[in-house]
């Protein structure tokens, strides 16, 4: 595993250094791009050169992208968005974010699973609802890796931004415990009664959501007070942050708590706390770099894992088909669940639809969806919903992410 995550590293960097040089667009665009073009010679060395093919295969097999993402590389992602993000302007957004975050990703995977479900059957292809619906709770959330990286790059107003951010920071952790709850049905379908499934998936969410925001909260407070008693040690202070990530996560596991949510929660409390975004004195500025470093160091690695690991996958027409479709329906359901919450709300602006429209565009989708996606096994029809969530993942970071800005522009022109 070490020598795969060297080598992805190593690509990560070089591929990097590339866009940063000559194709100038948003890094994690830039990445994928370059990763895709690697697939070809990579693919066409199979005959030529198979020891080869099969000692990249290895590579991208070794490295674990689940386990890799949901088990690593995702909580510090998290912590390094969330210690940047303005909790005061967060705060005035949080009615609208909360919506997003619950309803709206309920919304959207009953929408979401639903439509697949009768689109599966119109182009000949075996999808049961229930396996439907799993794919609905996994591609519903916007990935907040995704979102963040591209928002760097998008020229939005404050308010905007932050009601897209907030949203994906909380709603990668909502969108895992619905797609364990629905997972949990899946499972026991026929052993227990919609009682007993009702009260199991109530528990998972106080356990898993309810939990994670309290976790998280006490283990940024225990951390906060650590680096706030250091006056003069910043090196110390990363050490911290970086305990509170590694030894929080950990925790989380054993507690079977919600990790994401939780480093969201420690990540927020620390950052403003603290205020890491003034750079005032050595522990601020330490941390700020630090952890703008590790964010773009592993949002590379991702970014390029994603790109590289298609290669493993057998695309046939009509699971290309239906993941084309499948592109239409995830836009159509974000919009109606970003619409419907957001119709609720009592709003400043005088077009609030400009708002939903943009709210629709930019709800990315990433390396959080095909994780979720590789943790399927084929008797809940994996294979499928691993191909179409990788085309539509292509299509909203690539598309949506290089249109996001232009969209913008276009709609409050």
């Not at 109606?336 to 609720?344: D, M």
Request: charged fraction near 15%; hydrophobic fraction near 55%; charge should be negative.
């Amino acid at each position: 595993m070490f020598e795969s995550f060297s080598i992805i590293f190593t690509i990560s960097a070089l591929f990097s250094y590339i866009n940063y040089k000559w194709l100038k667009l948003p890094t994690t665009i830039g990445l994928m791009i370059l990763s895709l073009i690697l697939i070809v010679p990579i693919t066409l060395s199979k005959t030529v050169f198979p020891e080869f093919y099969k000692f990249f295969c290895d590579i991208i097999v070794n490295a674990d992208f689940k386990t890799l993402l949901l088990n690593g590389i995702l909580s510090f992602l998290l912590f390094a968005g969330a210690l940047h993000v303005n909790l005061a302007a967060l705060t005035k957004e949080k009615k609208s974010i909360f919506l997003f975050a619950t309803l709206g990703v309920l919304i959207s995977t009953c929408i979401v699973g639903s439509l697949t479900f009768f689109g599966a059957q119109l182009i000949g292809l075996e999808l049961p609802f229930l396996h439907a619906l799993l794919f609905g709770a996994l591609i519903s959330p916007t990935d907040p890796i995704a979102v963040m990286a591209i928002l760097k790059e998008a020229n939005i107003a404050e308010s905007l931004g932050i009601k897209i951010e907030g949203e994906s920071l909380f709603n990668d952790g909502i969108g895992v415990v619905v797609f364990s709850g629905i997972l949990l049905i899946a499972a026991t379908t026929g052993e227990l009664s919609n009682t007993e499934i009702g009260t199991e998936i109530g528990m998972l969410f106080l356990e898993e959501a309810v939990g994670g925001l309290f976790y998280g909260l006490v283990i940024g407070f225990l951390g906060l007070k650590c680096i706030q008693s250091l006056k003069e040690n910043p090196q110390l202070a990363v050490m911290i942050t970086l305990a509170v990530v590694m030894g929080g996560t950990a925790g989380a596991f054993l507690m079977e708590v919600s990790a994401p949510l939780a480093m969201v929660v420690a990540g927020l409390f620390i950052g403003n706390k603290i205020h890491v975004n003034e750079d005032k004195n050595p522990i601020q500025k330490a941390i700020s770099s630090f952890w703008e470093i590790l964010d773009d160091v592993f949002n590379g690695i991702l970014f390029v894992l994603i790109g590289l690991a298609i290669h493993l996958l057998n695309i046939n027409t009509s699971y290309f088909l239906l993941g084309i479709l499948a592109i239409l329906i995830v836009l159509l359901a974000r919009f109606i669940s970003v619409f419907l919450p957001y119709s609720l709300l009592k709003h400043e602006e005088t077009k609030p639809m400009k708002t939903v429209a943009v709210l629709t565009w930019g709800g990315l989708r990433g390396g959080i969806s095909i994780a979720l996606a590789l943790s399927l096994g084929e008797e809940l029809s994996g294979d499928l919903i691993l191909h179409i969530t990788y085309i539509i993942v292509f299509f909203s970071i690539i598309v949506q992410g290089l249109t996001i800005g232009k969209v913008v522009k276009k709609i409050y022109s």
